[in-house]
C-alpha cells in the first residue's frame, strides 16, 4: 500500500476522493507490489528533443536530489508525442506555452539507491 487518500469522516465517491490543493479527484486506495525495477519519466524540452541521441546510443545517469547518490539509467522508450509542459519552476525566463517530449529510463533498485514512487530526481541524457 503506497497511500491512502482518505481521512476519517471525509467524503468518498465512485470517482475517488476530491483532492483541495489540485481540485481533481484522486484514488481512495494507491496500491503496489514490490518490484525489482523503478521507472523514471522525464520532460525533454522541445528545443532540446533534436540534440536527443538516437535510442540505442543514448546513455542516462540520474542524481537524487540533496544527495550525492548517482544512479545509471536504462534507456525503455520514448513516448513520441509532445505534450504542454505541466511543472512549472515558476523561473522569470520560463515559456508557460513550452511542449516538452517524454522519455522513459528504468533503474535496478539496490538498498544504496534508496528512492521512492513520486520522488522528485535530476536526469542527465548524453551519448554513448
Request: charged share 20%.
Amino acid at each position: 500500500m503506497l497511500a491512502v487518500n482518505a481521512t476519517p469522516g471525509s467524503y468518498v465517491s465512485s470517482l475517488g476522493v476530491f483532492d483541495a490543493y489540485t481540485q481533481a479527484q484522486d484514488p481512495l486506495v494507491v496500491m503496489s507490489a514490490p518490484q525489482d525495477y523503478l521507472a523514471v519519466r522525464c520532460y525533454v524540452d522541445e528545443i532540446l528533443v533534436s540534440r536527443l541521441p538516437p535510442p540505442d546510443r543514448i546513455q542516462a545517469q540520474m542524481s537524487l536530489r540533496g544527495t550525492t547518490v548517482k544512479v545509471p539509467l536504462e534507456f525503455v522508450r520514448v513516448q513520441p508525442y509532445l505534450s504542454p509542459k505541466i511543472e512549472l519552476s515558476n523561473q522569470r525566463q520560463e515559456r508557460v506555452d513550452l511542449r516538452v517530449l517524454p522519455v522513459i529510463f528504468r533503474f535496478k533498485m539496490t538498498t544504496s539507491t534508496m528512492a521512492y514512487p513520486g520522488q522528485l530526481v535530476d536526469v542527465f541524457i548524453g551519448q554513448k
